[in-house]
């Protein structure tokens, strides 16, 4: 030949990788001829096919324009003049358009390993379009591939780190819980008042728990009532113990304003008013007849009750008596006979279907007179906007303050009773209502929505069913988010009544303590952590969460402090429980935020008091 070696660039198109002759048209021996390095034109590729076919080393072309190499024999022989790189390069080429054949009848594209193998070698062989777009695609799934192989392997360690986490701190914390739990059970081995407030401390320190919290609260209140002769304990008594001034009379009732700076009360005779540090403002005649219910304005500067005369009587908190007048009573429901409205007006109901609203000496403002039944119970909203009347014809009216008149107009008539409606109280939002009749407890919107009704029973997250019996009155908490409710055995009867209480955190929760869950008098604390209950002589403060106890039972509540006397209630701060002992009130301080350093102080300096 005239150019041996480009004659021979050609012949080695048609030599597959293994040495065997292989079919090529002209496109492709070009495309071979790149690979190889060699440009050459399609005039003398031809030319050279043509030499080839006549020397009879090539056949001439088929069906598909297709030539190739008479024998095998003659393939090996080219194949012999093939580099080492060549060689590599042609089994390249082989090897993907045998795997682009496979992938046109299966859809399977290279594998990683595939990928490994050409090694970007097809960057020096001229691939057509076709395998180019094989080997790009194959390139991108094995990338996809990869990012999600990277992905489980970062998602599935970051679980394995959590879970490890999550077993580490539930170890810890399960050992924090038995070291607490074991302090707070070793206290009663002291009798010493600081060696209980220590341990309760170094419980607190190890768990933040209700058994801690019980410690600290039953060696706190401990120290400040025996202080003994130790200067700093006789301090700490006289910031935290607020002795009250007894009185004359057994008190029958007590409360704190809400302004929180009195606790007021009456006994059979009188009513008082206490400052908030235990010493009597004033104590005045309450009047011929005993007393069922007191109020204090908002402002704390007024104060209201009804006798079993049905006579109304208002005095300012010197025990100057405003104004008096007769009102309907309601012999079910003795909570809701009036309101303060603020602090210079009031509601109340009215001798016959209707209600009054009056100033602070008494002057009738405004007559509520929809209802065609007994008005049992009312209600002012906390904003000021609306009244509601409960009535005996089964309706709650809902009266909104117009401003441009100065009046309160009929908002709306709430019709989700089927019964008297014996008691109606607004929630802290002001657009709900929590009423009571006849074996139901319903809140329902002021838009006569309801929203939730509890029917004969009540069945909460973690109890068993309780039978409502006949609701006569039910209470919003402070917060909205718990209710108290007060029913009896007997029908439109106060007889022998009972209290339960309801709360929400995540579910509806019925209040107990222990297997208790009708009390004789129960309150809630108005910082949703606590209720105070009595149960016979049992009087306690428990925990408002749900906790587990041990592995095998759920304890809705734990007793956190038990107290003497009767009738609990919570000062507005929610740092002190108070109860009613005889003729003078008990206090009791609970604010854990203020105890838990004080203790935790007292444990870092133990050892002054060996």
């Not at 198109?13 to 492709?28: C, H, I, Q």
């Amino acid at each position: 030949m005239e150019d041996p070696e480009t004659a021979m660039t050609i012949l080695k198109a048609f030599v597959s990788g293994k040495g065997t002759k292989r079919p090529a048209d002209e496109l492709e021996v070009m495309d071979n001829l790149r690979s190889f390095g060699k440009i050459i034109s399609p005039e003398t590729i031809r030319e050279l096919i043509s030499s080839f076919i006549r020397l009879r080393i090539l056949r001439d072309k088929d069906v598909n324009d297709r030539y190739e190499l008479r024998h095998d024999s003659l393939a090996g022989k080219v194949y012999e003049k093939f580099t080492t790189n060549e060689k590599d390069l042609l089994e390249v080429r082989q090897f993907i358009e045998n795997c682009y054949q496979s992938f046109l009848k299966r859809k399977i594209l290279l594998s990683n390993d595939d990928l490994t193998y050409i090694s970007n070698k097809d960057s020096f062989l001229n691939l057509n379009t076709d395998l180019k777009e094989f080997l790009e695609d194959s390139r991108k799934h094995q990338k996809a591939k990869s990012r999600t192989v990277r992905r489980l392997i970062i998602v599935s360690a970051i679980a394995f780190i959590l879970l490890l986490s999550t077993l580490v701190f539930y170890i810890v914390r399960k050992t924090k819980i038995t070291e607490s739990v074991s302090l707070k059970e070793s206290i009663s081995q002291y009798t010493r008042p600081i060696d209980q407030l220590c341990l309760a401390g170094a419980s607190w320190k190890s768990f933040k728990g209700e058994e801690a919290k019980e410690a600290l609260l039953k060696s706190f209140n401990n120290i400040i009532r025996n202080p003994g002769n130790d200067e700093s304990f006789i301090n700490l008594s006289k910031e935290y113990l607020t002795v009250f001034k007894p009185v004359s009379s057994p008190i029958e009732f007590a409360n704190c304003s809400k302004d929180n700076r009195f606790i007021f009360g009456y006994s059979s005779d009188s009513v008082f008013i206490w400052n908030k540090n235990g010493s009597l403002l004033s104590g005045f005649s309450q009047g011929s007849s005993p007393l069922i219910t007191l109020l204090m304005s908002d402002d704390g500067e007024n104060i209201g009750a009804v006798n079993t005369d049905s006579l109304l009587t208002v005095w300012d908190i010197n025990g100057n008596i405003r104004f008096t007048r007769k009102t309907g009573i309601n012999p079910v429901n003795r909570n809701q006979i009036f309101r303060f409205c603020g602090n210079n007006t009031l509601i109340v109901i009215s001798d016959g279907n209707s209600a009054d609203l009056v100033d602070i000496n008494g002057n009738v403002i405004q007559s509520f007179e929809h209802h065609t039944g007994k008005v049992n119970a009312v209600d002012y909203s906390d904003d000021g906007k609306f009244i509601a009347t409960a009535s005996s014809d089964k309706t709650i009216n809902v009266w909104y303050l117009n401003s441009d008149l100065k009046r309160f107009d009929l908002y709306n008539v709430i019709t989700t009773h089927s019964d008297s409606i014996w008691s109606v109280d607004f929630a802290g939002n002001n657009r709900y209502l929590l009423s009571t009749s006849d074996r139901r407890v319903v809140v329902t919107s002021i838009n006569n929505k309801e929203a939730i009704s509890l029917i004969d029973n009540f069945q909460g997250a973690y109890s068993d069913d309780i039978s409502l019996g006949y609701p006569f009155y039910a209470e919003f908490d402070v917060s909205g988010t718990g209710i108290v409710v007060r029913s009896s055995e007997l029908k439109n009867k106060r007889d022998e009544d009972n209290w339960i209480a309801i709360y929400v955190d995540i579910n509806y929760n019925l209040a107990q303590a222990g297997v208790i869950n009708r009390f004789d008098y129960i309150r809630f604390s108005p910082d949703k952590k606590y209720l105070a209950y009595v149960y016979g002589d049992d009087v306690s403060l428990i925990s408002r969460m749900i906790f587990k106890h041990t592995d095998y039972s759920l304890f809705n509540n734990y007793r956190l402090l038990q107290m003497s006397g009767q009738k609990p209630f919570f000062s507005s701060d929610g740092k002190y429980i108070y109860t009613i002992c005889g003729r003078h009130i008990e206090s009791w301080f609970i604010d854990i935020e203020t105890i838990s350093p004080i203790a935790l102080d007292y444990y870092k300096n133990w050892y002054k008091y060996f």
